[in-house]
């Protein structure tokens, strides 16, 4: 009796993991013919692709456009889905960690935290590149390297511009900055407003905090990062400018100064207009400087030693040089006359001596006395 209870038993589990089978292989089936008749919508701006139109939105809204729906009640975090709010809850609030490092104390929440982690120990051995100096932990980081530094490998690209990026994350960095000026990033001590964090943390470190840990050995040259520095040595002690324009002999040492020039000069591309005027340019940043100067006579640089205000910090230089110093940086050839701007030099030769000779005249530069200049400012 109890053996036909056991074969029994033993049948019915058989028909069962049979009938599962068959089940399983007709929804697969009814799946596929299913999708022959779903449109696939794709993203116009990445290479996603989905079948569900509100999977569409929300990943525009939360990837291209960075749209954060989602809120922490316990803290500022904000994010665009209800699973990394889920995440950042037990991590931050709870003290959740899923994830742990077998050799050390270290948990984490998510397994990207902890292969990040695994950086910061010795005991492994970095990764070194064949084409240069570059060295990193983790294989992957190294693969992207390459492709985008040696071999130029630049897959996603920009469907507004020409721009071509090696990652994701970039060209997603792109579009929000250079198409949609999406600037999210404020600064609590002014209207200053950025796309990029760092920009901000940039400008608050050197703007409202002054600070600049980085000092040029030649001169009192400061910056906030040392990159600002490397660029600045490169350009004004060394010389050395690798941008070079086909159209004349301009050479510049950063590759959107040259492209700034090419706008202004060969092509006159001057996109940004005043609503005040008819002043045109070809950067944000020279009509924001201009509406401050001209119209709203902003003058925020500030003489130490006089009362004098300026809009602009070359301004500021040239008066503590004329007034305080008496710096005159431009000397004429035939008298002793000195003075420093060229049009006052100009100026001297047409009147006193004569115009027609205004072609053998080249200015000589009295060196500066930079440190006496930095001191003031």
Known sequence: MMNKKLKYLKNGRKILTMNLLRLTRTVGRMRQKCDIFLDILKCDQCDYQTTNKKNLKYHIDSVHLDIKICKCDQCDFQTSGNESLTCHIKSAHQGIKRFKRSKHDFQANQTKHLEKHTDVHPDKEKLKCNFCDYQVNRKNDLEKHIEGVHLGIKNHKCSHCDYQANQKGDLTRHINNVHLKIKKYSCTHCDYKTTEKSRLENHV??????????????????AVQKKYLEKHIESVHLGIKNFKCNECDYRANRKYA??????????????????????????????????NCVHLRLKKYKCNLCDYCAAQKFQLKRHIEITHLGTRNYNCNYCDYQTNEKRNLKRHIHSIHDGSKIINVSSVIIERNKSGISNFI
């Not at 470190?205 to 980085?214: A, N, P, V």
């Not at 092509?267 to 005040?276: F, G, K, S």
């Open 205 to 222: 470190r050197s703007l409202h905090l002054g600070i600049k840990d980085h000092q040029c050995t030649h001169c009192d040259y400061r």
């Open 258 to 291: 040259l492209k700034t020039h090419i706008k202004c000069v060969h092509i006159r591309i001057r996109n940004y207009a005043c609503t005040e005027c008819d002043y045109r340019t070809t950067q944000e940043g020279y009509l924001e400087r201009h509406i």
